[in-house]
C-alpha cells in the first residue's frame, strides 16, 4: 500500500486559516469516511484532532475542522495560533482492512 | 484515564528479533483495536498492523512477513514481534488503542529501538 500524499510543509500567520490535503485512492480514502488526522510535537506521541473525516474529539479545539472530496480529504486550522505548530498527519482505512498514513506535513506558524 | 506504555530492549542486533510489550492501564484492551506503529528518527509515522479484540490480525502488506502481533487480554498487554531486522528498522515504536476504522485515540509515548550492524 503507499503511502496517502501530503504536501511536506504549509504555513501562515496567526489568526489565518490554513487547509492541509491528504491524497489518496479509491482503496483508502475515497471508499471510506474514516480518515483522521494527528497533530505531532517534537518527540512527543501523535494526538488525533479529527477522525472519521469531520469528527472532532472531546478536547479538540473547534478551530480544527476536516473535510473530504473524492479521493482527497483536508484538515483545517483557523484562527492559527503559535500552538499549533507541528506536525500533521492524516490517516485512512483501507479496502485490505488495514490503515495507512501520509507521510506529514509541517505547519509553521510565522 | 487510558495510559499506554511501550517495554523492551533498546538495542538489538541485526538479523535478531525486535520483541516488544504495551501496557494498557486505567482501560481495557476488550472491544477494542491494538495498533503498533513506528516513526524513523526524522521521518513519519508507519502503521505496522492490529490485533482486534477478536484475536484476528491485520499487517502492513510491507511488513507482513516479518510481524506478528499478539495480546493477552488478562493482562491488558499486547505485543510485537519483528523478525530479521536491519538497521532500516531503527526508529521509535509506538502502541495505540483505539477503533478498527483507524481512530487511534490513546497512545504509548513511544520507545527507541535502534538495531546494530
Known amino acids: 500500500q503507499s503511502a496517502l500524499t501530503q504536501p511536506a510543509s504549509v504555513s501562515g500567520s496567526p489568526g489565518q486559516s490554513i487547509t492541509i490535503s491528504c491524497t489518496g485512492t479509491s482503496n483508502d480514502v475515497g471508499n471510506f469516511n474514516y480518515v483522521s488526522w494527528y497533530q505531532q510535537y517534537p518527540d512527543k506521541a501523535p494526538k488525533v484532532v479529527i477522525y472519521?473525516?469531520?469528527k472532532r474529539p472531546s478536547g479538540v479545539s473547534n478551530r480544527f475542522s476536516g473535510s473530504k472530496s473524492g479521493n482527497t480529504a483536508s484538515l483545517t486550522i483557523s484562527g492559527l495560533q503559535g500552538a499549533d505548530e507541528a506536525d500533521y498527519y492524516c490517516?485512512?482505512?483501507?479496502?485490505?482492512?488495514?490503515?495507512?498514513f501520509g507521510g506529514g506535513t509541517k505547519l509553521t506558524v510565522l | 484515564q487510558v495510559q499506554l506504555q511501550e517495554s523492551g530492549p533498546g538495542l538489538v542486533k541485526s538479523s535478531e528479533t525486535l520483541s516488544l510489550t504495551c501496557t494498557v492501564s486505567s482501560g481495557s484492551i476488550s472491544g477494542y483495536y491494538l495498533s503498533w506503529i513506528r516513526q524513523p528518527p526524522g521521518k513519519g509515522l508507519e502503521w505496522m498492523g492490529y490485533?482486534?479484540?477478536?484475536?484476528?490480525?491485520h499487517y502492513n502488506p510491507s511488513l507482513k512477513s516479518r510481524v506478528t502481533i499478539s495480546a493477552d487480554t488478562s493482562k491488558s498487554q499486547f505485543s510485537l514481534k519483528l523478525t530479521s531486522v536491519t538497521p532500516a528498522d531503527t526508529a521509535k515504536y509506538y502502541c495505540?488503542?483505539?477503533?478498527?476504522?483507524?481512530?487511534?485515540?490513546?497512545w504509548g509515548p513511544g520507545t527507541l529501538v535502534t538495531v546494530s550492524s
Open positions: 490485533i482486534s479484540y477478536t484475536g484476528s490480525t
Open positions: 472519521d473525516v469531520t
Open positions: 490517516s485512512s482505512y483501507t479496502t485490505s482492512s488495514t490503515l495507512v
Open positions: 495505540a488503542r483505539g477503533a478498527w476504522s483507524g481512530d487511534l485515540e490513546y
